[in-house]
């Protein structure tokens, strides 16, 4: 049995950070995915921070909330091994940070171009992993938990603009790194600076090994909010990463559910 357990939602970024980190690793894990809403009640409950977001790890030592403090977890117990080496560790962190930043504005822009668009495909994201209750809750909630998610993540037409400035400024500095023909953003192997990159922009990128982000209807219904991104070199980069380093899912895979 396994001793970690990574509760995540599918289509979360900050999470695929960590399930890619945990595969890297070889880790001996079990996902268990919640959906929108059933998900508080278990990240303040395992968190203990008084916050509701996901990743959460449980290890046997206890739980462990936020992407980069499960990071620094998995580095503590010795299990990060060249992910985060010693010598490149705070250029590592740092990448780590710069993309940590944007992972917020880049749901705001996806939530933005699609909210009243395609919110059929959204109910269906957000109902995958849901039992048939929960599924109930979220169509007939839709309406209030879109509004509480355009009030918490400030999704307005400004917002959204902001959101794009800013994701636009960290793919700038992406394609400066790149310039030089370089494959990884710090010394020669992939390092959990890549991992974070690709991960958080991996919503934008639509990787086709990713289980949400790779199906067609994904990039159907984000379709405005993709748009200006294709075809940028830095897009290439994650696709390249995810085809060099994240295996190949058969059509229509989801891992195991909780
Ligand atoms: N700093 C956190 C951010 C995680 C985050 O924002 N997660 C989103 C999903 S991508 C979330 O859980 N949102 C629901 C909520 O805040 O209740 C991390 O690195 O884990």
Redesign the pocket.
């Known amino acids: 049995m396994s001793t970690l357990t990574l509760y995540t939602?599918a289509?979360?970024?900050?999470?695929e950070?960590?399930r890619w980190t945990l595969d890297a690793i070889g880790a001996d894990y079990r996902e268990a995915f919640l959906s929108?809403v059933f998900?508080?009640g278990p990240?303040l409950g395992l968190g203990r921070r008084g916050?509701?977001?996901?990743?959460v790890l449980r290890t046997p030592e206890g739980a462990v909330?936020?992407?980069?403090?499960?990071l620094l977890w998995l580095e503590h117990e010795g299990l990060l091994g060249p992910l985060l080496p010693s010598a490149q560790r705070e250029r590592v962190l740092a990448v780590e940070d710069r993309f940590?930043a944007i992972?917020?504005d880049v749901?705001r822009l996806l939530y933005a171009a699609s909210f009243g668009v395609a919110d059929d495909h959204i109910v269906k994201l957000w109902t995958d992993h849901a039992t048939p209750l929960q599924s109930r809750v979220i169509r007939g909630g839709y309406p209030l938990i879109r509004w509480a998610f355009r009030r918490?993540l400030g999704i307005t037409a400004s917002g959204a603009r902001r959101a794009q400035q800013r994701i636009a400024r960290v793919v700038d500095w992406l394609e400066a790194q790149l310039k030089d023909g370089r494959t990884y953003l710090v010394g020669d192997h992939l390092t959990v600076a890549d991992i974070t990159a690709a991960s958080l922009l991996a919503p934008l990128a639509c990787p086709p090994q990713h289980a949400v982000y790779g199906e067609p209807a994904y990039r159907q219904g984000m379709a405005a909010a993709l748009a200006p991104w294709a075809g940028r070199p830095a897009m290439k980069w994650v696709l390249d990463l995810y085809e060099a380093h994240r295996g190949t899912l058969p059509a229509g895979a989801v891992r195991q559910a909780a």
């Not at 289509?11 to 999470?15: F, P, T």
């Not at 916050?51 to 990743?55: D, E, F, Q, S």
């Not at 909330?65 to 499960?70: A, E, F, G, L, V």
């Open positions: 939602f289509m979360s970024h900050y999470s950070k960590i929108p998900h508080i990240a916050r509701t977001t996901l990743p909330q936020d992407s980069t403090r499960i940590d992972g917020k749901a918490k």
